[in-house]
C-alpha cells in the first residue's frame, strides 16, 4: 500500500506543454537519445511499409528513410563532440 507523502511535491504549471526535457542532461545524453529515438522510428515505419502497399508504403519507406538521414546527423554531432576541433571531422583509424 502507498501511503500518501506529508509533503507532497508541488506541481509547476507547463503553460500547455505535454512533454519536458530535463535541464541537467549533458549535449551527449540529448543526442544519444535522439539517435535510439530515430532508430526507433526507422524501424517501425520500415516495418510498417512491409504490411502495407502502393503509395501508403511509398509514404512509410520515405518517413523511414528521412529518420536514417536525420540519425545519420546526429551521429556526426556525437563525432564532433568527442573532437576537439568539431570543425574537423575526426579521422577513424
Known sequence: MIK????PPKHKRRN???FTVALDLTTEALLA????DLLSISTI??????DIDDRNRS???GISRMA???FLL???ALDHID??????PPVKA
Open 4 to 7: 500518501p507523502s506529508p509533503n
Open 45 to 50: 515505419a520500415a516495418n510498417l511499409a512491409d
Open 59 to 61: 509514404v512509410a519507406l
Open 33 to 36: 537519445n535522439a539517435s535510439e
Open 16 to 18: 500547455g506543454e505535454l
Open 83 to 88: 573532437s576537439p576541433n568539431p570543425a574537423v
Open 68 to 70: 536514417d538521414g536525420v
Open 74 to 76: 546526429v551521429e556526426r
